[in-house]
Structures are given as structure tokens and as C-alpha cells.
DNA sequence: TTGTAAGCGTTATCAG
DNA sequence: CTGATAACGCTTACAA
């Protein structure tokens, strides 16, 4: 049952076969500057023979106060989550900034309190944390700030003492809105993604708009609603459904919902991509033409929104530019800096085909 | 710059504070039975009172030795690998049991080599890997064995002392070859995945076929090329398109060239549903209609499966099981146990509307 | 260029 | 039920 509990070498263990103290083999690999490199070598030589394979890294870490690691904190779990390929690009960036600077990447998925469980993140050997898009007041946050370690936040409001990356969602809304409206749509549905973090689908009651505790959906949301209203829509007139993620087939399911309504909506304005594709193909079951029948607008701009058919008109975000700036933020709080200000991206509304003046 | 560097309170703090000793307070956390409730209460209120947020994680398990992390080296980056659905359920179902032993989970993405860089696994603060899909001579492979770290393989073949879970893909794909040729197909066309870890597309040339270090890769290409030779027809014959990834639009892409060939084939095989989705794409692209003019088969069932257009013949495979086994599996190597016999998982042939007898 | 010694914050063993 | 004391494996001034 421990046939292999043969204690595995220490520093110690080669400092002794090489016959030097271990302050020089911990300098052999942290070092080579500080010792003769013919030294080094045979000290790395010896190691590699007694199965050494380098300084333990919690062992380094207790020593440094530092374990080389950036936590990222999601709203749900996983498979959840990677459905929308926005995620993904978002932590490619994340995941190769810091690894370029070595460090590796703690995953702590959520469950149905909208963020990971307190337990998993005070446990978490992680120096820095990222939080991803987690509602409000997720417990979550109340674990990292017991902590004392410093946080990004991205997609959510103010936490104090926290670097920040957001996105104008408001405002891209508002310019997906203008646009239809402009081309001179009057009976809209708006397709969501989660309002709250309790895994409900369908359509949105009218308490269920306020007290959003996801930032995005509140402003992605309110910037709809409101430029509507502007435009001279009834928002109580306009059929919101909640889907509990943003996944394609999740949004084929609403979109076929909203279709379906009278007088039937001759515009989708919909919260991301992928539940835009879920539109564009819920038209498709219908027998409807997009955009002649119906105008799709989506959320994010994914690389497939060139390929889709008919290629989506959206509000583009820089996705990997997000994650991109939240591991420098990260790894900036990780070297002793202030928060900055924080990081607003740009977002700018694409133009396709699947907008298209009311017929 | 460090005006927070105050030092954070420890065990010690905490003790004086109280008046006990240290391993009172450690018991407090760790072993509430070893205490008067009334005493561990005083204790947590004082802890909580100086914004002691618990014993430290780094400091624990070099105590312990064990770090409570699994670690889960892909062969690729983050956008590259969650493409594919396919790994988002597999993760999702290690994660879940992992995160019920409050362990968490490190991703270690790979890079051009096929896998994460030594120096990463070097340094991962996790007691056991779990490698997903990385090529036969990955050198994570021997960062892990240097460390003496537990390993399980997924979709990988034999490495000496790691658990393994693998599932029937070359019977897989036999049974996709056959269930085509039983329709009277015989003009062919094969959209693999990744056979090397250099990252090209294109036409797969005879070389690229030996040698294949992707063992998935390798059966599923293996049990189609196989087949169809018992079938009667010349794998020379056979055009293969090898996509760097398995993404939808890079299957688009390959099957639009399998699609010109000439004679255009009948039939499509496809080494995974992503892939198959953009033959049906492809398809739709050049005015042929599935399963009329063309059959496309796919390789394991993710849940759009059912839902596209037309619903997909594929080859299914327990993806959740595939990863929840992998968390078992390393959690019992955790406790000591030696690596069991490998867990085969069974694949089936799912028949939907994606494929029709040749007209 | 190399060695000494003092931590880093816990857990674990074993008396009391 | 509580408390010394010894690990855990390493880094890092500082001294030689």
C-alpha cells in the first residue's frame, strides 16, 4: 500500500551526495548566477541520478509567500460555462498571460449559489483570484476578501479595493436596440441569459427585471428595454425570455417561444451570439426567414457570427483583450500594485446579415 | 506600495489572543471533536475578530503533504481545447467529483508540443495529473514521472503505473465505416482531427498516416480506414482532410474540400460531432442536401447532436462518465491505492437522419 | 563562491 | 481536553 513511500529526495538529500550545503543546490536551480556553473552542473547531474525533480513547489512556496497561481472563479459549473465560446477566448487570454509568466491557473467552478463555495476558496492556493462574471453578492467574494487577496473582477460592479475589466454592455445594447429601431422594427422579443443564479428558464415575470444580480444581463437587459422605450416601445409589451444559460440549443428553445407569440416579433435582440444562433435556427424550424422575416441582433461577436447563416449582425466586445487584461491586472496586484482605474473595453456594433429593414 | 503588508495573522496570533496554544487552535479548525464547543467558539469568534480567514492552504499541505488539487494537462490551449464540447463535459464531470472532495482542480494548458511545458508540471501545486488526450511522448509525461506523481490517462495508451480510462474508439469508428458501407456507400471522404501536434490542416498525405501519436486520433482513423478496406474499397482512394482542431468552422472548412473532390463522396465520416456539424454546414453551403446527397456520420454524441439539421448519426461515448471515472480514479491513487485495471467505456452507434442508403 | 541559521505557517505525536 | 515540540522542504539574508 506504500511500497513507494520511500521518501522521496530533498534539497537536503543531494546537497549531502554532492557534498555541499543545500543553501547552493536551492541556489543550483533559483540561482545559476551564484555558483560556478561546472558546480551547478554537477549538482543538477546528481539530482537527476537520485530522482530529484527540483525544488518542491508548496515548500518553495511557503518559503517565497508566494504559490505562482491565479484563481479563477465561475458563476456555474463547468459544462455550463464553456458552452459559450466567449468564456473560453476570455480564458485563453487569461491563461496565456499568466502562464507566460509562469504561473498556472486554479479553476474554482460555481454552483447554484452563483459563485464556488466559500470552503473552496479559502482553501484555494492560489496568491491572486479572478472572478468571472458572479452575481452580486456571491459568497464567494466574502471568502477571497478574508483573505486579504487582492481580486479582478470582470463583468461585475465595484468591489472595493479590486481591479476592474468591463465592457460597455449598456451601451452596446443600446446600439443593437437604435439599429433595429432605426430600421424600422416596433414589435421586438429579447432573449437573456440567466437574470439570477437559480438555474430558471422562460419567460421573464415582471419582478423578476429588477434586482438583477448579474451586472451584464441587468445592463445588456436595461439597455434594450430602455432604448425600446425611447423608440417609443411599451417595454411591458416586449416578450423577455430567460434562458438559464447562454447555449445554443438553450436559445433555439426561447427564440422558438418568443416566435411564436402575437403579434409575432419581427426583431430578436439577444443577449449573446450563441443564443442568437439558437434564434437563427428556431427561425429556421419555423419556416422563417432571416433577416426577411425576422432581424436577429446578437451579443459578443464570436468568430463564428462571420460564418453563421445568415452571418450575424452583433456588438462585438474584445473577448481575448478581456482575459488578456485581466491576467496583467492580476499579475500587476500580484507584484504589490495599486488597482488601477478600471479597464473599460470598447464595444462597437457589427453589421451582417441578419439585420434587416421591416418589410 | 506594501501599505497592506501588515502581517496577516497566523495560528499563533490567534492563540495568543485566546490565551491557548497553537494546536488548540489548529484542532478548533480541524478537528472539532478534540475540543469543548464552548472553547472552539471562543476561538473561531476571536479568528473571525482578526481577520483570520483560516489556516493557510500553502502552509497545510506542505504539513500534510497533499495540496488537495488534481491537476489537468490538456494538449492545447484553452480556445483550441473548449471548442469542442466534448472536453467541456468530460471536465465538467471530473470537476464535480473532485470539487465533492473539496479539491480543486489546476489546468495546465499545452502549447506547441502537445502538452503543458515541464517547467509548468514542474511547479504545478497538485498531488495527482490527470492528462487529457496529449500525444504518445508528450514531455509532460516526464515531468510527471520525475515528480513521482500519480497519474491517470485519459484516452491514451499504456503508461506504466497510471490508472487509464479509455473508451472503444477504433471499434467506434468500425462500426460508423460499417453502418455506411450497409447503406451501399462506397465513395468516401474522412475529416479527422489532429493527427500531430504541429498544428497543420489540410489534405492528409500518406506519411501524416504512421506514426500517429494522438491515439484517439489514430483508432478513429484507424477503424475507418480499415473498415472501409474490408469493405472493399481502397483507402487510397479515400481522401482525408486533417483539421487542427475540433471546431466546427475548421470541419467546414475540411469537408468543402472533401465535398469538391472528384468523385465527390457520399459518404462523410468524421472524427467528432464539432466536425461533422460544419460537414453539415459544408454541405448546406454547396446546395447538397443531408442525408440525400450526402450521409455524414459523427463520433461522440454530444447533446446538439440531437437537435441539429438534420439530428446526427454518431457514434456515442459516456463523456460525463468518461470524466467522472477519471476523478475517481484519481482520487483513489490519492488515497494510496494502486492503479486499477484500465476502465474501458463502451461507445454505441447512434443512428438519426444524417445518413441514408445511397441513391 | 559557498555555508550558516533563521524563518515560512501548519499538522502531528505524545505527554499531561 | 490541552499543550510542548518536532517535523514538513525550502528560501534568503548574512557571514565566511
Chains 1, 2 share one sequence.
Not at 543531494?14 to 543550483?28: H, I, M, Q
Not at 483573505?147 to 476592474?164: E, F, K, N
Not at 411591458?236 to 436559445?251: I, T, Y
Request: charged share 20%; net charge neutral.
Amino acid at each position: 500500500m506504500d511500497s513507494d513511500r520511500r521518501r522521496r529526495p530533498t534539497l537536503d538529500t543531494v546537497a549531502a551526495a554532492v557534498g555541499v550545503s543545500r543553501a547552493t543546490v536551492s541556489n543550483a536551480y533559483n540561482r545559476p548566477d551564484q555558483l560556478s556553473s561546472s558546480l551547478r552542473e554537477r549538482i543538477l547531474e546528481t539530482a537527476r541520478s537520485l530522482g530529484y525533480a527540483g525544488p518542491d513547489p508548496v515548500a518553495r512556496s511557503l518559503a517565497t509567500r508566494s504559490s505562482a497561481a491565479v484563481g479563477f472563479m465561475l458563476p456555474q459549473g463547468l459544462s455550463g460555462a464553456f458552452s459559450d465560446p466567449a468564456l473560453s477566448i476570455v480564458l485563453d487570454g487569461l491563461a496565456s498571460t499568466v502562464d507566460g509568466h509562469d504561473h498556472s491557473l486554479v479553476l474554482m467552478p460555481g454552483d447554484a449559489t452563483g459563485g464556488p463555495r466559500p470552503s473552496i476558496v479559502s482553501r484555494a492556493q492560489a496568491d491572486v483570484m479572478v472572478a468571472y462574471s458572479l452575481p452580486d453578492s456571491a459568497p464567494a467574494f466574502d471568502a477571497v476578501a478574508a483573505r486579504g487577496l487582492p481580486l479582478v473582477v470582470i463583468d461585475q460592479p465595484v468591489l472595493p479595493g479590486s481591479a476592474r475589466v468591463e465592457v460597455q454592455d449598456y451601451a452596446g445594447a443600446t446600439s443593437a436596440a437604435s439599429h433595429l429601431l432605426a430600421l424600422g422594427h416596433s414589435a421586438f422579443g429579447i432573449l437573456t441569459f440567466s437574470l439570477h443564479p437559480d438555474g430558471a428558464s422562460g419567460p421573464v415575470t415582471f419582478e423578476r427585471r429588477s434586482d438583477v444580480p448579474f451586472r451584464v444581463s441587468r445592463d445588456r437587459l436595461g439597455g434594450y428595454l430602455d432604448t425600446l422605450e425611447k423608440g417609443g416601445v411599451q417595454p411591458d409589451n416586449v416578450p423577455v425570455w430567460e434562458a438559464r444559460g447562454s447555449d445554443r440549443e438553450l436559445g433555439r428553445l426561447g427564440a422558438r417561444w418568443l416566435l411564436t407569440r402575437t403579434p409575432r416579433p419581427s426583431a430578436l435582440l439577444c443577449a449573446s451570439d450563441q443564443l442568437a444562433f439558437g434564434a437563427l435556427q428556431a427561425a429556421r424550424d419555423l419556416s422563417l426567414t432571416v433577416p426577411r422575416d425576422i432581424s436577429v441582433v446578437g451579443f459578443d461577436d464570436v468568430p463564428e457570427a462571420t460564418y453563421s447563416d445568415p452571418p450575424l449582425t452583433t456588438v462585438r466586445q474584445p473577448l481575448a483583450d478581456k482575459g488578456r487584461r485581466a491576467g496583467e491586472l492580476a499579475l500587476k496586484l500580484l507584484a504589490g500594485g495599486r488597482p488601477p482605474r478600471p479597464t473599460r473595453l470598447d464595444v462597437s456594433l457589427v453589421e451582417r446579415a441578419s439585420t434587416a429593414p421591416r418589410t
